[in-house]
Each structure stands twice: as structure tokens, then as C-alpha cells.
């Protein structure tokens, strides 16, 4: 995950160094819910007994997202911005986003109308150490143009998520041990509503 985070700073810097471009800003609230979970947990018993528990559910459990994002807009349609804040992973599980969000306006990104954007990178648990959660979201919805560089976003969009989280031991209830840990993989999907500023 550090090599996605150090090729997305490079793209944003060789972008902006190179290209003309105008600076842009972006502030975003929005929330969603995970509706569609896969886990792989492999690890090994107190007794050295390999245990296998993958399962696919569908759950309902609200989370938000707050981030705020600086870039530029290269030429009329197009944006780029690098992205952090706060946001839910799932229930009880934050974290602090690092992505490159690219935007496309058919219209232009001065005029109001269709706005469309493709988001990828990592981030970092609030509450632990280990793996940094790999994040993707592709989204779309309407730019209302309040004047020549400020307009408000309302988007809908999908949000994939990949993470390596601790393994409860089902039959202790207790974390186990890292040295113990085969396989520890968790997906998830989620729909997300959102308003932005965008100036």
C-alpha cells in the first residue's frame, strides 16, 4: 500500500509541475452503508488446528465521510485533487483517506451540469496498526454552478474496500495472535451520498 500512496503523490506532482492548470479546492460530507461484505480468515487454533471461516453477507450499518481535497483543473474538463479527511470503513472502524480523485464535467469544470469522477488509494486505521485499508469509488451526479469557480457537487457513488483486519478466535473470543494468522482479507461495497464545494 506505501507504493500506492508514493505513485499517487508522484502523479499529482508531475501533473501539477507540468501541466496549465488553475488551482482547485473541494470539501465534501457525505454517508452511506456497507450492504455487501466478504471475509477470508485463515489462521491457526490454540491447538494448531487450521481454522477456515469465509463468508459473504449482506449488511445495513450507516457510515460518513468528510474529507477535503486540493488539485487542479486541466484544461476545461478535467480535474485533479489529492484527498484526505475522516470516514467509516464500517461500523466501528474508522480511518484517514489518502486519494487521487479525478473529475470529468462534459460541460466544462466552470459550468454547472453532469459531473462524473473515478477515486482510488489507501489509508490509515484511527485505532490501530497494521495493513492500511486499499479504497476505489466511482460516482457521478449533478454540479450546480453558483458562479464562475464555485459550485456545489451532489453525487451518488459506489465505494470498494479492501482491508486486512484482526481475527477474533471464534471459539476464545480473543484476537489472535499475529504468528497465528494464515490469511486475513475482508471486501466490502457500499453505496455513498455526498455534497461537495467545490472552489
Known amino acids: 500500500m506505501k507504493r500506492i500512496v508514493t505513485a499517487l503523490l508522484a502523479i499529482f506532482i508531475c501533473t501539477f509541475a507540468s501541466a496549465k492548470v488553475k488551482a482547485r479546492f473541494n470539501v465534501e460530507w457525505g454517508a452511506g452503508s456497507p450492504i455487501n461484505e466478504w471475509h477470508m480468515y485463515h489462521y491457526l487454533s490454540e491447538e494448531g488446528m487450521i481454522i477456515v471461516d469465509d463468508d459473504e453477507s449482506f449488511t445495513s450499518s450507516l457510515i460518513a465521510m468528510n474529507t477535503i481535497g ?6 476545461r474538463h478535467f480535474s485533479l485533487l489529492l484527498c484526505t479527511g475522516y470516514a467509516g470503513l464500517k461500523k466501528g472502524d474508522r480511518f484517514i483517506p489518502l486519494t487521487l480523485r479525478a473529475y470529468w464535467l462534459p460541460r466544462g469544470t ?17 485505532d490501530k496498526v497494521g495493513e492500511m485499508p486499499s479504497i476505489a469509488r466511482i460516482g457521478a451526479g449533478y454540479r450546480l454552478q453558483l458562479n464562475k469557480r464555485c459550485g456545489i457537487d451532489f453525487t451518488l457513488s459506489v465505494r470498494y474496500s479492501k482491508d486486512n483486519p484482526a481475527i477474533i478466535d471464534s471459539s476464545t473470543g480473543e484476537i489472535v495472535p499475529e504468528e497465528r494468522v494464515l490469511k486475513s482479507e475482508e471486501r466490502m461495497w457500499a453505496p455513498m451520498l455526498t455534497i461537495a464545494v467545490n472552489f
Open 70 to 75: 486540493a488539485g487542479v483543473d486541466i484544461g
Open 110 to 126: 466552470e459550468v454547472g451540469g453532469l459531473v462524473t469522477f473515478l477515486e482510488g488509494g489507501s489509508g490509515f486505521h484511527t
